[in-house]
């Protein structure tokens, strides 16, 4: 009886012991494969952004679709552009004056040099702009979700987009209570919310929600 009692407090202890380490490496495990995770979605999610504010720029609105992006990447051109200031007499200043000169027109010119491909630009010699669509996870077969429309503001319209992905989709093979309180996070040092996102189809914004951690060092 004697040992059967101190077999029993023996497996008590290791499960008891079990426990803690888990209590205390779940969470510092689940972190680290969190933040490894976070930076490759971030980075996809960066060249997303770069390339719909490219589409912007060059086209007058944001895209909803991936089909139209890519190939907008493929065929765009940023046009190379120098200021140059000029200026010449204001005629009938200096007539209603009576002067020959003294008053002048100040104007500035935007002179086009030639043309540089936007995928160039933006990519260089990658090619990962036809793949930034897909939530770099590995396991995950999933996209993000590409939005884009129109608000008003003050009477004015404008074009906006949103891409996203869930937090549910990026740690969804891990400890569940610690997912749920993942998606709870508000805070300064963290993602905010249940997903991961760059843009808005609520306001004119074409930031992320991740903290400046993720930017650092990155290599684009």
């Known amino acids: 009886m004697k040992s059967v009692i101190q077999i029993v407090l023996w497996i008590v202890i290791v499960f008891l012991g079990w426990k803690l ?18 930076a490759k979605v ?5 060249d997303i952004q770069a390339a719909e504010l490219a589409h912007k720029e060059i086209t007058g609105n944001f895209t909803g679709d991936w089909d139209s992006l890519v190939n907008f990447i493929d065929t765009a051109k940023f046009a190379i ?3 140059r200031d000029t200026s010449y007499a ?3 200043k200096n007539k209603a004056f009576g002067i020959e000169s003294g008053y002048f027109i100040e ?19 990658s090619d990962r702009y036809k793949t930034m669509m897909n939530v770099p996870v590995e396991g995950v077969n999933a996209k993000f979700d590409l939005k884009s429309g129109t608000i008003v503001k003050n009477d004015a319209s404008y074009s906006v987009f949103e891409a996203k992905v ?36 609520e306001d004119v914004n074409t930031s992320g929600n991740w903290p400046k951690i993720y930017d650092a060092g990155t290599d684009r």
């Open 21 to 38: 380490w888990s209590s205390i490496m779940g969470p510092v495990e689940f972190n680290k494969i969190k933040e490894e995770r976070y």
């Open 42 to 46: 971030i980075k996809n999610l960066k």
């Open 81 to 83: 552009t120098q200021r």
């Open 90 to 92: 204001d005629v009938a």
């Open 107 to 125: 104007k500035s010119l935007i002179d086009t040099l030639g043309f540089m491909p936007v995928k160039d630009s933006l990519f260089k010699n």
């Open 166 to 201: 869930s937090k549910d989709v990026i740690l969804g093979d891990l400890d569940k209570d610690l997912l749920i309180q993942e998606k709870q996070t508000q805070s300064v040092d963290g993602v905010n919310g249940p997903d991961i996102k760059v843009g808005s189809l």
